[in-house]
């Protein structure tokens, strides 16, 4: 019974003083109010809360991605440059789109080293034409591996529409 006796007056603090426990507890809620406000100032800085909260319910409300309004952008220079008379222009608009539709597979989190590799996981009820994607990848290696590699512009335009396709089906355009 003794020890229960010692083991209550140690944890009621009995033997500090009462004027010096309040200023103990004030000190320590004051540091408590301190790094409580701190959090909640950096909280506020970042988009962490936007981000870890709000993303998801955007994406689900809106029926797609939120990073979807950035690949919409990038395939509309992409379709400018093809305005554009140079080939060379026609050829940068190719290796983009090409670049473009890695990008978004990688969001996507799908797996592999290149867009093959990663085009093995998806599904022709995801991408309906990973077929056609496949056949003019080659002509785009082709355009990267050899500079003097020609690609006329409506062979160009053709090309970006599979890709358009692609990225239709991925709801990004």
Do not use: C
């Not at 959090?39 to 409300?61: E, S, V």
């Not at 080939?87 to 290149?114: S, T």
């Not at 990663?118 to 290696?141: C, P």
């Amino acid at each position: 019974m003794r020890k229960i006796m010692d083991l209550t007056n140690f944890l009621s603090m009995s033997f500090i003083p009462a004027g010096m426990l309040l200023a103990l507890k004030i000190i320590f809620i004051a540091i408590s109010l301190f790094f409580v406000a701190g959090i909640a100032f950096f909280l506020k800085q970042t988009n962490w809360l936007g981000y870890r909260y709000t993303q998801d319910l955007q994406d689900f409300l809106s029926f797609r991605a939120s990073f979807a309004k950035k690949f919409e952008k990038m395939f509309k220079k992409i379709n400018k440059r093809l305005d554009s008379q140079s080939v060379g222009e026609h050829k940068l608009a190719l290796i983009e789109v090409d670049n473009l539709l890695g990008e978004v597979l990688d969001k996507m989190k799908y797996k592999g080293r290149d867009i093959e590799d990663k085009l093995v996981g998806a599904t022709d009820g995801t991408i309906s034409n990973i077929q056609e994607i496949k056949d003019v990848r080659k002509i785009i290696n082709n355009i990267m591996n050899d500079p003097d590699y020609n690609v006329s512009l409506d062979r160009a335009r053709s090309i970006v529409k599979v890709y358009e396709k692609a990225l239709q089906d991925l709801n990004i355009i």
